[in-house]
């Protein structure tokens, strides 16, 4: 573990969330490559802020947050929009798709503007994204016409098609029925474990209102409840761990 | 006696119906001066980010820029040809007639070059796109704000400024520029036409002669510039109140009221701006 690329260190960070009223969510924590990280917490927990700010989209109150290597506060914006880009996010419910394009022209809008070309010219590493995500039947399919599970997966092909270096999922099985959960999971885990036919990051945060799905070997788990923000460990450490709010997060009484 | 009490006890009233009127024009005073101060500063942004990225992402910001002269500029077409014509039948026509009843016709050329070349055609054309796609600039930024759109375009990398905001101001710039020239030929044209119509002594050749005699190369020069800067202020200000501050849905119409207002303003002043600037160079 400790040869492994420092891609996030988050000290003293104080989070901006509505948890309790207007609050500072204080945060230290790292984040290695090849990582899977589960985030949990209960609604209003901060889950989403605390995603957005270590992803870097929104600035701390406080503390020190470097992302691959580089302190936030001390880069131009050009300099931000540039690792931004090397990070891979989902926001939650339905992805924030762009309402104007249809679902390829969504997932081919970043690596056509990253790498300057037309839009025909990443058509193809664009339909590979979609077909990986079992989406290609959607392909020419406005987003307003898809169902919420599916739009969530048009964002997940956004977000991977620049093939970004780690990928942060905001509540990826809210509201979603146990088709799509199973989906989710599995297609997760092969991106974690290397086994799909197109580069994926293997280094995965998710954050979630229920562990039991996410519980497996090679993960990690951490909590947000009551302000805090709490690392609970691995597979072992969550499954037998007292506190009642783990405890319903496992058997799902939290969803 | 009875009256005199009665007139004190209303006082304290009137004298908080006053203050509260002072204290109402006073936070309407600080708030355009606090919202003019950001749109300033947006401007700026704008401006940096337009000079800084023009060979940046061409590939994506050349189709929005096209598509923006085609909503703002072609689509505006039929319109500025119908308002054209309207005015110069109207307005035009009238004063052409006038003019010549009073012997006056020499004067022709010199009326129409300052009233439509100057002032009519660039302000209706600016005004009507204001309504026509300033209007829903607003609102459709201001949804994309609100539905979070505009985070997603920052965490894919994708600058909103250049993605949403530069695109517009160089449409708008560019289509008012050419709406407004198709408006002033239009307007000539039906004024012509009136004057054809009603029997008015003066020949196409004299009528365009005492026009392109009255014109000088500042006043294409100061067109040029005064059309595609009302663009930029449409632009920028509708841009602002849809992009720039955190916005709920149940805001947008709000926004886009004061978007509009604002953008009047800001091309009324830089219309008198230009007044002063003709008069300096002696137009």
Same mark, same amino acid.
């Given at each position: 573990?400790?040869?492994?690329?420092?891609?996030?260190?988050?000290?003293?960070?104080?989070?901006?969330?509505?948890?309790?009223?207007?609050?500072?969510?204080? #945060?230290?924590?790292?984040?290695?490559?090849?990582?899977?990280?589960? #985030?949990?917490?209960?609604?209003?927990?901060?889950?989403?802020?605390?995603?957005?700010?270590?992803?870097?989209?929104?600035?701390?109150?406080?503390?020190?947050?470097?992302?691959?290597?580089?302190?936030?506060?001390?880069? %131009?914006?050009?300099?931000?929009?540039?690792?931004?880009?090397?990070?891979?996010?989902?926001?939650?419910?339905?992805?924030? &798709?762009?309402?104007?394009?249809?679902? #390829?022209?969504?997932?081919?809008?970043?690596?056509?503007?990253?790498?300057?070309?037309?839009?025909?010219?990443?058509?193809?590493?664009?339909?590979?994204?979609?077909?990986?995500?079992?989406?290609?039947?959607?392909? %020419?399919?406005?987003?307003?016409?898809?169902?919420?599970?599916?739009?969530?997966?048009?964002?997940?092909?956004?977000?991977?098609?620049?093939?970004?270096? &780690?990928?942060? #999922?905001?509540?990826?099985?809210?509201?979603?029925?146990?088709?799509?959960?199973?989906?989710?999971?599995?297609?997760l885990t092969l991106m974690h474990r290397a086994e799909h036919n197109f580069?994926?990051?293997?280094?995965?945060?998710?954050?979630?209102?229920?562990?039991?799905?996410?519980?497996?070997?090679?993960?990690?788990? %951490?909590?947000?409840?009551?302000?805090?923000?709490?690392?609970?460990?691995?597979?072992?450490?969550? %499954?037998?761990?007292?506190?009642?709010?783990?405890?319903?997060?496992?058997?799902?009484?939290?969803? | 006696?009875?009256?005199?009490?009665?007139?004190?006890?209303?006082?304290?009233?009137?004298?908080?119906?006053?203050?509260?009127?002072?204290?109402?024009?006073?936070?309407?005073?600080?708030?355009?001066?606090?919202?003019?101060?950001?749109?300033?500063?947006?401007?700026?942004?704008?401006?940096?980010?337009?000079?800084?990225?023009?060979?940046?992402?061409?590939?994506?910001?050349?189709?929005?820029?096209?598509?923006?002269?085609?909503?703002?500029?072609?689509?505006?077409?039929?319109?500025?040809?119908? !308002?054209?014509?309207?005015?110069?039948?109207?307005?035009?026509?009238?004063?052409?007639?006038?003019?010549?009843?009073?012997?006056?016709?020499?004067?022709?050329?010199?009326?129409?070059?300052?009233?439509?070349?100057?002032?009519?055609?660039?302000?209706?054309?600016?005004?009507?796109?204001?309504?026509?796609?300033?209007?829903?600039?607003?609102?459709?930024?201001?949804?994309?704000?609100?539905?979070?759109?505009?985070?997603?375009?920052?965490?894919?990398?994708?600058?909103?400024?250049?993605? !949403?905001?530069?695109?517009?101001?160089?449409?708008?710039?560019?289509?008012?520029?050419?709406?407004?020239?198709?408006?002033?030929?239009?307007?000539?044209?039906?004024?012509?036409?009136?004057?054809?119509?009603?029997?008015?002594?003066?020949?196409?050749?004299?009528?365009?002669?005492?026009?392109?005699?009255?014109?000088?190369?500042?006043?294409?020069?100061?067109?040029?510039?005064?059309?595609?800067?009302?663009?930029?202020?449409?632009?920028?200000?509708?841009?602002?109140?849809?992009?720039?501050?955190?916005?709920?849905?149940?805001?947008?119409?709000?926004?886009?009221?004061?978007?509009?207002?604002?953008?009047?303003?800001?091309?009324?002043?830089?219309?008198?701006?230009?007044?002063?600037?003709?008069?300096?160079?002696?137009?």
């Open positions: 573990m400790g040869d492994r690329r420092e891609l996030i260190r988050l000290e003293g960070v104080l989070v901006q969330a509505r948890v309790d009223g207007e609050t500072s969510l204080p #945060v230290d924590w790292t984040l290695d490559e090849g990582e899977f990280w589960v #985030v949990g917490g209960l609604n209003g927990s901060g889950k989403s802020p605390w995603l957005s700010t270590t992803a870097g989209l929104y600035p701390p109150n406080g503390g020190r947050q470097m992302i691959f290597g580089q302190d936030i506060r001390e880069m %131009a914006e050009r300099d931000r929009a540039a690792l931004r880009a090397k990070i891979g996010f989902v926001f939650e419910n339905t992805g924030r &798709l762009f309402a104007e394009l249809n679902v #390829v022209e969504n997932v081919a809008l970043p690596l056509s503007y990253q790498r300057n070309c037309p839009a025909e010219d990443v058509l193809p590493e664009v339909q590979r994204v979609l077909d990986a995500c079992g989406l290609s039947e959607h392909a %020419a399919s406005e987003p307003n016409t898809l169902g919420r599970g599916i739009q969530r997966r048009v964002a997940l092909a956004r977000a991977l098609v620049l093939e970004p270096e &780690l990928l942060m #999922v905001d509540s990826p099985l809210t509201s979603q029925d146990p088709m799509q959960t199973r989906w989710w999971v599995d297609f580069k994926t990051p293997r280094t995965i945060v998710v954050t979630t209102e229920d562990f039991g799905p996410w519980l497996a070997e090679n993960r990690r788990f %951490a909590l947000l409840d009551g302000g805090e923000f709490q690392v609970l460990g691995d597979y072992n450490d969550v %499954a037998v761990h007292t506190r009642p709010v783990v405890r319903d997060m496992l058997t799902g009484r939290s969803a | 006696m009875e009256s005199s009490v009665s007139e004190n006890a209303h006082e304290p009233v009137r004298r908080g119906l006053i203050r509260r009127y002072f204290d109402f024009i006073g936070r309407q005073t600080l708030r355009t001066a606090d919202t003019i101060k950001s749109v300033g500063a947006f401007a700026l942004i704008t401006i940096g980010v337009t000079f800084t990225k023009f060979n940046e992402s061409t590939h994506v910001i050349r189709p929005l820029i096209r598509g923006q002269i085609a909503r703002a500029g072609i689509g505006m077409l039929p319109a500025v040809m119908f !308002l054209g014509g309207s005015l110069g039948l109207v307005i035009i026509g009238q004063m052409v007639s006038l003019l010549t009843k009073v012997g006056a016709q020499q004067y022709i050329g010199l009326v129409m070059d300052t009233v439509v070349f100057r002032e009519l055609g660039p302000l209706a054309a600016a005004m009507m796109v204001l309504g026509r796609v300033g209007t829903p600039t607003v609102v459709e930024l201001g949804t994309k704000r609100a539905q979070g759109e505009i985070e997603a375009l920052e965490a894919l990398g994708i600058d909103p400024v250049h993605y !949403l905001v530069v695109p517009r101001v160089i449409g708008l710039g560019l289509s008012i520029f050419a709406l407004t020239i198709y408006l002033i030929l239009v307007v000539m044209l039906s004024g012509l036409l009136f004057a054809f119509l009603t029997d008015v002594q003066i020949t196409p050749g004299e009528y365009f002669g005492q026009i392109a005699a009255g014109l000088t190369y500042q006043d294409f020069v100061f067109v040029a510039l005064k059309t595609i800067l009302f663009g930029a202020i449409i632009a920028v200000v509708t841009c602002y109140h849809g992009l720039a501050q955190p916005i709920k849905l149940e805001q947008v119409p709000y926004a886009a009221t004061r978007a509009v207002s604002l953008s009047v303003g800001g091309c009324l002043l830089l219309d008198v701006f230009f007044i002063f600037l003709y008069i300096i160079v002696g137009l």
